[in-house]
Every structure is written in C-alpha cells, then in structure tokens.
C-alpha cells in the first residue's frame, strides 16, 4: 500500500473533527513547501494560523450588535 493509500485508509476512519484536523495540517505544509523559509518563518506561521482559525467563521451567528460595543459608564 503506498504512503497517499495508507493515509486515505485511516483518515476515512476518523471523526469528521479530526479529518478536518489532518486536512490543516496537510495545508500547512503545503503552505511551508510555497514560502521560503528564511526569516519570515514566525510571520509565515502567524499567517496560516489566522487563516486557519477564522475559517467558518462567516457561517457563524452573530453573539453581539453595534449596542454591545458601546463603553458604557455609570
């Protein structure tokens, strides 16, 4: 079984959670293979984590209006 085979075998056994897992982190290193790792390696990281973290993020619903933004004192 070849190494592309092995992990298509395992991964569809996983919960869904963790597949989208495996799939952050294949894109991560294919965004690591893109960039050149030089100086920029904490920026390039940076980078990939914000994507990551907002993904889905716009089919979330909103907790919060423009009222609750407002300083209030009393």
Request: hydrophobic share 40%.
């Amino acid at each position: 079984m070849t190494i592309p085979e092995e992990i298509y075998h395992q991964v569809q056994h996983m919960p869904e959670t963790l597949q989208a897992e495996v799939l952050d982190f294949v894109e991560y290193l294919e965004f690591k293979k893109i960039k050149p790792l030089n100086g920029e390696k904490e920026i390039d990281w940076s980078a990939f984590s914000l994507v990551n973290a907002m993904q889905g993020m716009e089919d979330e619903d909103t907790l919060y209006s423009i009222d609750d933004l407002k300083e209030r004192f009393s």
